[in-house]
């Protein structure tokens, strides 16, 4: 089974989520069967490389949140992670951009990594941004971590000091925003007919993998 998975790493719905698809596959022991294929969806395109606001302030003064509201929704979301083993430091996450660290996943997935190493650099990118709170807009931060997760770091700081893959991100980014069904990430696509897409119950992800 394929499946085909549109997130961004700035997204709490989808570390939290694409955890939850990790477990149930390990579960079910089917992770011999299962191909995963991390695409790029950047929520905010126009997201500054040196952050400006956190993730509390970027609700209050961007989406007009109350302080009331922005701590509940932080509350929320954090509770809901916990519930997948994710402890996130999520109000105080710092607001950056992504397209570098889409990027570093398209060289990975290009240059033939296994997918273990794929998995490992894609839940790489997400604890660094809501459990570390390490900006992912840092070239500094991306070798880190692609250090850790076994690429060759002279090739992916070539990458990051040019801007290969980044037409990539956009065509896959286009791709998703085409779709007529499309309308929350993280958007999963299994085998390319089930479709499943923001907040996922278990037991849709179990009926989707079975």
């Known amino acids: 089974m394929e499946i085909k998975i549109w ?14 698809l990790m477990e149930i ?6 992770s011999d069967k299962v191909t995963l294929q991390f695409l790029s969806y950047q929520l905010d395109l126009n997201a500054p490389v040196i952050p400006t606001e956190t993730m509390t302030q970027h609700f209050m003064d961007g989406h007009q949140y109350t302080a009331e ?17 994710l402890h996130y430091k999520l109000a105080t996450t710092p607001v ?8 570093l996943m398209k060289y990975a997935q290009a240059s033939g990594y296994p997918q273990y190493t794929l998995i490992k ?4 990118l997400f604890h660094a941004n809501f459990i570390e709170n390490l900006r992912l807009s840092d070239h500094s931060v991306l070798l880190s971590i692609a250090a850790k997760c076994g690429l060759d770091t002279s090739a992916v700081k070539d990458v990051l000091e040019s801007d290969k893959y980044g037409e990539l991100v956009k ?3 286009n791709e ?14 299994f085998d390319k007919s089930t479709v499943l897409q923001g907040v996922i119950s278990p037991e849709s992800m179990k009926k989707a993998l079975a």
């Not at 570390?15 to 939850?20: K, N, P, S, V």
């Not at 596959?25 to 089917?30: A, D, H, R, S, V």
């Not at 950056?96 to 990027?103: E, I, L, P, Y």
């Not at 998703?176 to 696509?189: A, G, K, S, V």
């Open 121 to 124: 650099l894609n839940f790489a």
């Open 69 to 85: 509201q922005t701590q509940h929704l932080m509350t929320k979301i954090t509770n809901m992670a916990a519930r997948v083993g």
């Open 171 to 173: 065509a896959q980014e």
């Open 25 to 30: 596959i390990k579960q079910e022991g089917i």
């Open 96 to 103: 950056c951009s992504t397209f570098d660290a889409h990027r």
């Open 7 to 20: 997130a961004d790493y700035v997204c709490p719905y989808s570390y939290m989520e694409e955890t939850q």
């Open 176 to 189: 998703i925003n085409q779709r007529q069904d499309f309308d929350l990430i993280p958007f999963m696509l």
